[in-house]
Nanobody, 116 residues
Framework: QVQLVESGGGLVQPGGSLRLSCAAS????????MRWYRQAPGKERELVAT????????NLADSVKGRFTISRDNAKNTMYLQMNSLKPEDTAVYYC?????????WGQGTQVTVSS
């Protein structure tokens, strides 16, 4: 079965950095685009970043451009989100997502809190 497991969240001060990981299993990871979403308290889940199956093309939300980088290692079945210059408004639960065989799969999420 498809499994997505996020890790790497935590508490960080404004201006700090974190790297999130998403370990995938149960499907041929290298064949699928992957995405990072986030959901802040009281807000809808929003798309943060997308990466193609090969990793050759990425897309970032305007709110994180220039600060976040999405990448993947198909040999390790893992996707990453490098987050720099973090702001309090980046506080949210971050989820990885894969659309496999027409179904949306989600990880359990990892909490990122940006606060002094």
């Amino acid at each position: 079965q498809v499994q997505l497991v996020e890790s790497g969240g935590g508490l960080v001060q404004p201006g700090g950095s974190l790297r999130l990981s998403c370990a995938a299993s149960g499907f041929t990871f290298s064949r699928y685009a992957m995405r990072w979403y986030r959901q802040a308290p009281g807000k809808e889940r929003e798309l943060v970043a997308t990466i193609t199956s090969s990793g050759g093309s990425t897309n970032l939300a305007d709110s994180v451009k220039g600060r976040f980088t999405i990448s993947r290692d198909n040999a390790k079945n893992t996707m990453y989100l490098q987050m720099n210059s973090l702001k309090p408004e980046d506080t949210a639960v971050y989820y990885c997502n894969a659309d496999v065989f027409g179904l949306k799969y989600w990880g359990q999420g990892t909490q990122v809190t940006v606060s002094s």
